[in-house]
Structures are given as C-alpha cells and as structure tokens.
C-alpha cells in the first residue's frame, strides 16, 4: 500500500484524471482510483470529498444532481480550468519523478 504522505500533493491530479473521462460522484470516483492503483492506493472518503470541495471552490469542477440505481447523486464534470490544471499538475509530475530518481 502507498501511503497517504506520499500521494498527498496529487490526490487533485487523479480526481481530475477521473472526472476527465466523464462525469461521476464521489463512491465512483474512489473505486475507480482504488481500481486504476490495483488497490495500492484507497482514498479516504474524507480525503477525497475535501479534495472536491477544493476543487469546485477553485473552479476546476463543477457539480450537479443526478439519479444513479434510483438514488440522488452529485455528479463532479471537468472545466476547462480543470483541464488546464491538470495538464500543469501532470507536468509537474514528470519533473519531481525526474528529480526523486536522481536519489533512487
């Protein structure tokens, strides 16, 4: 399992990437990342629902109600802020990968 230390910076990065291939809500979003990790990595629900507030507060997603299994959801969807965010934050990422295997 990764800890939750080292993830911490990118939690928004793999919501973002989440969101970015269609609009969904919160329980989904958490089985998908524990799924895309192979179940290295499980998000808390605090983590994860504190990340979405953060997130649509910053303007990198919005929101909306849907229904699901005939249950009420909120629905997150991308913007292009979002996207634009995302693509830094992927950026960034190959530069701190580039600099952490130099003391690998």
């Known amino acids: ?3 939750s230390d080292i993830i911490r910076g990118y939690t928004d990065t793999m919501i973002l990437f989440i969101v970015s291939c269609g609009d969904s809500y919160g329980y989904e979003i958490s089985k998908q990342i524990k799924e895309i990790s192979e179940e290295n990595y499980v998000m808390k629900e605090t983590t994860l629902y504190s990340a979405l ?3 649509e507060k910053n303007g990198f997603i919005t929101s909306y109600s849907g229904m699901h ?3 009420k959801r909120t ?3 991308i913007t292009d802020d979002g996207k634009a965010y995302y693509k830094e934050k992927c950026e960034e990422w190959e530069l701190t ?8």
């Not at 990968?97 to 690998?104: G, L, N, S, W």
Request: aromatic share 16%; charged share 40%; no cysteine.
């Open 69 to 71: 299994d005939g249950r």
């Open 97 to 104: 990968k580039e600099v952490i295997d130099k003391f690998i």
């Open 1 to 3: 399992m990764i800890s």
């Open 53 to 55: 507030t953060r997130l």
């Open 75 to 77: 629905y997150y969807r």
